[in-house]
């Protein structure tokens, strides 16, 4: 079994190979091609325990076991197993934290290229943590962008954030930030809505990606005013599997991100209307990530093997 570090899984995920993995992924997965069961949950006093297990013909099994606990630092801990899917044997253990972040950001990258406006300049961050910095990362790899603004409660942590990339600013408010973006990336554990439906500029394109059940980061008439893009369906049940955001809603009310990369649903169907991509996380891109880092770790040779 081949043991990867969170430092070995960081060397080892490019990017730029990431993004098309995904859109694949996406694809097979509105097209019924993975075994996906719902995500599960066991709860303590401080905190969950949550399961993701995933298939994809020609792929391992995956399992990521993740646990949340807001109050700690990290808050969100992960571990990904891969199990061959011939034998059943587990093949690797590795880290997911870095994982879950890239392939995170990395779908919100692919929804902003498919559905934010052509002539889109600017972005807002709202947020300063992990997903924050990961959709830092990957947004100055867009073309196009003359400013990135990333703005939170802690106008410090902003700040050293903003540090990070020559094209970013520290706002002086989460409204500043807002109604100044083109693109809006949300990237907080907030249990309530951190911005307003009057901030938000004509066209613009949000993503979110902040899971706090019974609550959440965005606002109700915001989200029913927008054209809504998902990962999948379940993203309309319950927590844990779905989001909390979204109770209510039917079904019909979301467009898979599958779907419109098959061109079976449109995608953006004006310049002015709002679209809206809510991220729960799926267990198809951590499959789809975690076997781009296994498959370069045999090839590179790194990692450490051990007997079970």
Known sequence: MLILSHKEVAEL????????????????????????????????????????????????????????????TPSHQAVITLFNSETGSPIALMDGEH??????????????????????????????????????????????????????????????????????????????AVSNADILCL????????????????????????????GGELPRDVIESCHLFVESKRAFEPPPAGSAELQGLDTDFGTELGELLLKQKPGRISETEWTIYKSMGHAMEDLVAASLVYEKALTRKMGMTVEL
Request: charged content about 20%; hydrophobic content about 40%; overall charge positive.
């Open 187 to 214: 990237c907080t554990s907030s249990p309530e809505p951190v911005i307003k439906k009057e901030w938000l500029k004509d066209g613009v394109h949000i993503t979110s990606v902040g899971y706090r059940p019974p």
């Open 13 to 72: 995920l490019d990017p730029h190979e990431l993004i098309p993995a995904l859109e694949e992924g996406f694809k097979a997965l509105s097209a019924g091609q993975l075994e996906v069961p719902p995500r599960n949950q066991v709860g303590a006093p401080k905190g969950a325990l949550l399961g993701m297990y995933a298939f994809m013909p020609g792929k391992p099994f995956s399992v990521k076991l993740v646990s949340i606990f807001h109050e700690s």
């Open 99 to 176: 994982i879950t972040a890239m392939r995170t950001a990395a779908a919100s990258l692919l929804s902003i290229k498919h559905l934010a406006r052509p002539n889109s300049k600017t972005v807002a961050i709202i947020g300063t943590g992990v997903q924050a910095e990961s959709h830092l990362k990957m947004i100055e790899t867009l073309g196009g962008i003359e400013k990135i603004w990333i703005a939170s409660r802690d106008h410090s942590a902003a700040s050293a954030l903003a540090a990070h990339a020559s094209t970013a600013h520290a706002a002086d408010s989460i409204h500043q």
